[in-house]
C-alpha cells in the first residue's frame, strides 16, 4: 500500500486560501474569450508549518493565541539572527565550525538580511491551519521509503560534504568535492530551487510568483531560482517539451484554476519541506 501526502494546493480550501493570501496580486485584466484571468504577481510566503509540528498532536488548526505564538517566535528569530557581528571576532577555526546549515558552509551563513519566509500564518474562513498538509491527517509528510532516503542523499551528496580544512577526499576512491560543478548537487549550482516544486511552496525566502496567461498557455515563474513550468490549456503535452509541463482543464477553470496533470518529473527534483 503506498502512503501518500495531499498538500493543501489539491484542496477546494486553497483557493479560498489564495483569495487572502494573493492580496498583493496586481489587478489582473479579463479578457472576453475567459472567465477567469491568473495574470499577476503572487507572494506565497507563509508562517504555516509544511508538516503539522508535533507540539499540535493531532490539532488540525490552531488559535489566535498559538498563531501568535509562531510569528513572535519568527520575530524573535530574525531579531537574534540580524545581530551586528562583532567587528574583532577572531577567524573561523581552521575547518570551520562544522555547521554546514542554511548554506554555512562551516564559516557561517544567512543572517536575517537575507531570508523573507513570511511574515504571519494564513487564516481560512476564520480557521488558522496548524499544517499545509492536509492527508494523512496529522498533517505531517509519512516517513520517505529507504530507496527515496538513497536517492536524495545521492542527489544532495554535496551539502554533506565536511570540510575540515584537508584534501580529505584524496584517500577516498572516485571524484573529489571540487572536481568540477557536476559534482554539486543541482539546488546548490542554484538549477534547481529548494521549494520551486512540484508541489511549489513557501521557503525561507524567494516566495515571489509571477503568472502569464494567455488563451492557450499558463506559465509560471518562481523568483526560486527563475524556475518557470509553461501549462498548455486543455492540449496534451508535446513528447520532449521538457519537465515543467502540465495541463490544465479549460472547463474547469471557468470555475477554479484546476491544475489536472503534470507531466514528466524531472528526475533530480526531489520535495524538500522548506519550513
Same mark, same amino acid.
Given at each position: 500500500?503506498?502512503?501518500r501526502c495531499i %498538500?493543501?494546493a489539491?484542496?477546494?480550501? %486553497?483557493y479560498?486560501? !489564495?483569495?487572502l ?5 496586481s489587478?489582473?485584466a479579463? #479578457? ?12 506565497s510566503?507563509?508562517l &504555516? ?7 499540535f498532536?493531532?490539532?488540525? %488548526?490552531?488559535t ?6 509562531? &510569528? ?7 531579531a537574534t ?7 574583532d571576532?577572531s ?5 570551520g565550525?562544522?555547521?554546514n546549515g542554511?548554506?554555512?558552509? @562551516?564559516?557561517?551563513? =544567512?543572517? #536575517?538580511f ?7 500564518? =494564513? ?6 491551519r &496548524?499544517?499545509?498538509? =492536509?492527508?494523512?491527517?496529522? @498533517?505531517r509528510?509519512?516517513?520517505?521509503t ?12 554535496? %551539502?554533506a ?14 571524484? @573529489? ?8 548537487a543541482?539546488?546548490?549550482?542554484? +538549477? ?5 516544486g ?8 524567494n516566495n ?5 496567461? &494567455? ?19 486543455n492540449i +496534451? ?7 515543467? !509541463? ?15 496533470q503534470?507531466e514528466?518529473f524531472h ?6 519541506? #522548506?519550513i
Amino acid at each position: 500500500m503506498k502512503k501518500r501526502c495531499i %498538500f493543501l494546493a489539491e484542496s477546494p480550501a %486553497f483557493y479560498l486560501w !489564495c483569495a487572502l493570501v494573493f492580496m498583493t496580486c496586481s489587478s489582473a485584466a479579463l #479578457a472576453s474569450d475567459r472567465a477567469v484571468d491568473l495574470s499577476g504577481f503572487y507572494d506565497s510566503g507563509t508562517l &504555516t508549518p509544511v508538516s503539522r509540528p508535533q507540539e499540535f498532536g493531532d490539532k488540525q %488548526f490552531m488559535t489566535r493565541e498559538e498563531a501568535n505564538k509562531v &510569528t513572535e517566535n519568527m520575530r524573535s528569530l530574525i531579531a537574534t539572527s540580524n545581530s551586528k557581528s562583532d567587528p574583532d571576532r577572531s577567524a573561523p577555526k581552521l575547518g570551520g565550525d562544522g555547521n554546514n546549515g542554511l548554506g554555512a558552509g @562551516g564559516v557561517g551563513g =544567512y543572517n #536575517a538580511f537575507w531570508v523573507d519566509p513570511g511574515s504571519d500564518v =494564513y487564516e481560512i474562513d476564520g480557521k488558522i491551519r &496548524t499544517s499545509i498538509i =492536509y492527508d494523512p491527517p496529522n @498533517g505531517r509528510q509519512p516517513q520517505m521509503t529507504a530507496k527515496g532516503m538513497g536517492k536524495m542523499a545521492r542527489n544532495f551528496a554535496s %551539502f554533506a560534504y565536511n570540510n575540515d580544512g584537508t584534501a580529505s577526499w584524496l584517500s577516498k576512491q572516485g571524484p @573529489g568535492p571540487f572536481d568540477g560543478p557536476e559534482t554539486l548537487a543541482l539546488a546548490e549550482r542554484c +538549477l534547481l530551487g529548494f521549494s520551486a516544486g512540484p508541489p511549489s511552496l513557501p521557503g525561507l525566502y524567494n516566495n515571489f510568483k509571477r503568472i502569464i496567461q &494567455t488563451d492557450e498557455h499558463v506559465m509560471i515563474l518562481l523568483e526560486m531560482v527563475h524556475d518557470a513550468r509553461i501549462i498548455k490549456l486543455n492540449i +496534451l503535452p508535446t513528447p520532449g517539451l521538457g519537465p515543467n !509541463c502540465g495541463i490544465f482543464n479549460r472547463k474547469a477553470i471557468q470555475q477554479v484554476p484546476i491544475l489536472k496533470q503534470t507531466e514528466p518529473f524531472h528526475q533530480m527534483k526531489i520535495f524538500i519541506p #522548506a519550513i
